[in-house]
């Protein structure tokens, strides 16, 4: 049962590096969000998806992409890392209710960005 | 834009004793739900609670409750006959009604239990 699943744990990257952070769910869920934690911040939404081809933006969305070409993955892209970007990094997932299913979160990216 | 705000970032309980959390939040819609995630040492995220505003009746799940205010825009989170395993950050989240999609989450309660 694998639920939402985040690679890789941890990454560190030199300014100006570009990465991928993958997320993947097995739950059939149409909805997706990338969250970033840091300290004393709480979790601040990035970018969300609600279905195949359909992507939104959050709080914080810019330095990051997004693309949603199937139901399962929902990667998040860092075309030109700054050290700003160092944070921890959760996909969360659901069903199109969001009011009333929970979110399903991965157990994070760990990214620095020296 | 809404805001919540948790105005104790850290909390100590006895073990077995009761412990209440505040959350706050701003907002000028009049549908809006609202939930308490945990997320403990381990950093995997769980809904522990949710509230429907238009709801008065205050949701509970076992040892957790919750006291809505929705006048006062309050909606703390009691935490009955606390174990050593309550020990994680709570985050308080609003999510709008009316087909939106942006989950606002406070900055965390850091709480831990005291065996």
């Known amino acids: 049962n694998a639920g939402v699943t985040q690679t890789p744990k941890f990454q560190v990257l030199k300014t100006g590096q570009s990465m991928t952070l993958q997320c993947a769910q097995d739950m059939n869920h149409e909805y997706m969000s990338w969250y970033r934690q840091d300290p004393g911040m709480g979790l601040r939404l990035i970018h969300y998806?609600?279905?195949?081809?359909?992507?939104d933006q959050g709080e914080v969305p810019n330095g990051y992409n997004v693309s949603r070409s199937t139901t399962e993955d929902f990667p998040l892209r860092l075309l030109s890392a700054a050290p700003s970007q160092t944070s921890v990094y959760f996909c969360?997932?659901?069903?199109?209710?969001?009011?009333?299913?929970?979110?399903?979160f991965g157990n994070g990216t760990r990214l620095t960005v020296t | 834009a809404q805001t919540v705000t948790q105005s104790q970032p850290e909390m100590s309980v006895q073990e077995a004793e009761t412990v209440t959390l505040s959350c706050t939040y701003d907002?000028?819609?009049?549908?809006?739900?609202l939930f308490w995630y945990k997320q403990p040492p381990s950093r995997q995220m769980i809904l522990v609670i949710r509230?429907?505003?238009?709801?008065?009746q205050n949701a509970t799940e076992n040892r957790f409750s919750v006291n809505f205010q929705k006048a006062a825009k309050s909606f703390s989170l009691k935490i009955s006959d606390s174990q050593l395993g309550d020990t994680a950050m709570y985050f308080c989240a609003f999510l709008p009604g009316a087909g939106s999609y942006q989950l606002t989450f406070g900055k965390g309660t850091k709480l831990s239990v005291i065996p």
């Open positions: 969360a997932s659901s069903s199109s209710d969001v009011y009333n299913s929970p979110l399903h």
């Open positions: 907002t000028s819609e009049s549908n809006y739900y």
């Open positions: 509230q429907e505003a238009y709801k008065q």
């Open positions: 998806s609600v279905g195949a081809g359909i992507t």
